[in-house]
């Protein structure tokens, strides 16, 4: 394990593969040591022929993918500063991506969504990794009535897309609790967010992550750090997407406020 990020993509040309813990909107705008980070990430991955965003902000019944030719940037938050509502992601969509994943996923119906475009766990990440908004995004929507392991098995599914040349991003929290946050100290880390994160790793460093999909059994610690599933989730599709024989590092392993993970997962 490192938490290096210098590594190139691998020479039979397969895409990296990322969870990005996205944290505070803000982090859109600021310079610091996670969007350095996913700044660093973006240049090891090169530009890819398009990137598959799985957010912990788009939940849907059933799947869905962005469909549109210019998809616009959702400012999916309030009581932030007006130059948060400014930013605009003006990256492309892409047809031919979203027709790909329906076909991946078949015989699982995926709508052609035409109405969702990027919300902030996509653009707040990407605006420091692609910059210059010049490489072709689709978002997948999760499924908020299915199983965990059901987002797990659709991540398998989605694997063959890299060694098409698309980088597959999932965006959201390993430890997600706002109700808890210590607001006054952003270096707080409470002992079970750490222990929490800490297991989490441990799993994703065996390849064993049947334990992760049903987390409210792993205790108090795992049910005060994901006291809902949206931040979570997206963890689970990009576990699915791993090969074996990826490398593996921990990005800014850190926990701010007591009870939120900035920490990053990247196989390569």
């Not at 599709?237 to 990247?266: C, N």
């Amino acid at each position: 394990m490192s938490s290096s990020a210098s590594a190139t993509t691998s020479a039979s040309g397969r895409m990296p593969l990322m969870f990005l813990g996205h944290g505070n909107p803000m982090n859109a705008l600021d310079d610091n040591r996670f969007t350095q980070s996913w700044a660093r990430l973006g240049q090891m991955a090169g530009k890819p022929r398009a990137i598959l965003m799985i957010s912990a902000h788009w939940q849907t019944r059933g799947i869905a993918v962005t469909a549109l030719e210019q998809p616009p940037t959702i400012h999916d938050f309030g009581a932030f500063p007006q130059a948060l509502f400014d930013v605009r992601y003006p990256a492309p969509g892409s047809m031919q991506l979203a027709q790909r994943v329906q076909q991946l996923l078949a015989p699982q119906e995926v709508t052609l969504d035409k109405s969702w475009g990027f919300d902030h766990g996509t653009w707040s990440t990407l605006v420091h990794a692609y910059p210059q908004a010049d490489v072709p995004v689709v978002q997948l929507s999760m499924n908020r009535v299915a199983d965990h392991r059901f987002h797990f098995e659709i991540g398998q599914k989605l694997q063959a897309l890299r060694d098409e040349g698309v980088l597959i991003i999932g965006s959201g929290n390993v430890v997600h609790n706002l109700g808890r946050m210590s607001w006054q100290d952003q270096n707080a880390e409470f002992d079970w967010a750490r222990s929490f994160q800490d297991l989490v790793c441990r799993q994703i460093e065996l390849d064993q992550p049947e334990p992760l999909f049903d987390y409210a059994a792993l205790g108090t610690a795992a049910n005060l750090s994901v006291p809902s599933a949206d931040h979570y989730l997206p963890l689970l599709y990009v576990l699915g997407a791993r090969h074996a024989e990826d490398s593996l590092s921990f990005e800014t392993p850190e926990i701010q406020h007591g009870s939120l993970s900035m920490m990053s997962v990247v196989f390569r």
